[in-house]
Nanobody
Framework: QVRLVESGGGSVQAGGSLRLSCAAS????????MGWFRQAPGKEREGIAT????????DYADSVKGRFTISQDNAKNTLYLQMNSLKPEDTAMYYC?????????????????WGQGSQVTVSS
């Protein structure tokens, strides 16, 4: 029903930048809220940024606030995550996700649809 495909991951040195993209397809009603999550080896999955598809209201985890920016291009059905001032602790698999609940869109909410992930590695 919803397909999410991430791209743009890679390796970068600390202090560098990367931009992740997520191409979305399927019902727009199933994608009213979009988000980025990450999971490092041995750690729990962490919600880091979300954006409400209507109006663009955003929410960020404290760990990335001020460094990462989530954005969307609804005409292209694409979600972005601009990551600046990257740190080694940002190393993780990054996932794009979608949620189909109107009105509730935050990093603490449950998401229904997931991409396959894109690896980001930050070296010191």
């Amino acid at each position: 029903q919803v397909r999410l495909v991430e791209s743009g991951g890679g390796s970068v040195q600390a202090g560098g930048s990367l931009r992740l993209s997520c191409a979305a397809s399927g019902s727009s009603f199933s994608r009213v809220c979009m988000g980025w999550f990450r999971q490092a080896p041995g750690k729990e999955r962490e919600g880091i940024a979300t954006i409400y598809r209507i109006g663009g209201l955003t929410d960020y985890a404290d760990s990335v606030k001020g460094r990462f920016t989530i954005s969307q291009d609804n005409a292209k059905n694409t979600l972005y995550l601009q990551m600046n001032s990257l740190k080694p602790e940002d190393t993780a698999m990054y996932y794009c996700a979608a949620r189909d609940v109107f009105g509730l869109c935050g990093v603490g909410h449950d998401f229904s649809y997931w991409g396959q992930g894109s690896q980001v590695t930050v070296s010191s």
